[in-house]
């Protein structure tokens, strides 16, 4: 079964850096875009950053622009997000998603196509 696994969350004070990471296995999903999104305690999942399936052209919430940064490694078929100046505002369970098309529109949770299991990103003021 195809999977994506995040990793790279953690515990970190404000102003701090992290990198995550969503590997997926052998080949699978190395010509989907792939999608970081996150979700807070009592908030809907939403969309932070997200990379089309060749790394040219990426995209950015309005709130993530700045501080965060998609790139991927497509030899190892894993996308990351950089996160610079973490905030308390930032704790949230981090997802990786991949849309069922090379390209997303990134308009929705409806795009995509499958979901790695999160990991945890907390700001610590």
């Known amino acids: 079964q195809a999977q994506l696994v995040e990793s790279g969350g953690g515990l970190v004070q404000a102003g701090g850096s992290l990198r995550l990471s969503c590997a997926a296995s052998?080949?699978?999903?190395?010509?989907?875009?792939r999608g970081w999104f996150r979700q807070a305690p009592g908030k809907e999942r939403e969309f932070v950053a997200g990379?089309?399936?060749?790394?040219?052209?990426?995209y950015y919430a309005d709130s993530a622009k700045g501080r965060f940064t998609i790139s991927r490694d497509s030899a190892k078929n894993t996308v990351y997000l950089q996160i610079n100046s973490l905030k308390p505002e930032d704790t949230a369970v981090y997802y990786c998603?991949?849309?069922?098309?090379?390209?997303?529109?990134?308009?929705?949770?409806?795009?995509?196509?499958?979901w790695g299991q999160g990991t945890q990103v907390t700001v610590s003021s």
């Open positions: 990379i089309s399936w060749s790394g040219g052209t990426t």
């Open positions: 998603g991949a849309c069922a098309t090379p390209f997303c529109s990134w308009t929705g949770l409806a795009d995509i196509a499958a």
């Open positions: 052998g080949r699978t999903f190395s010509t989907n875009a």
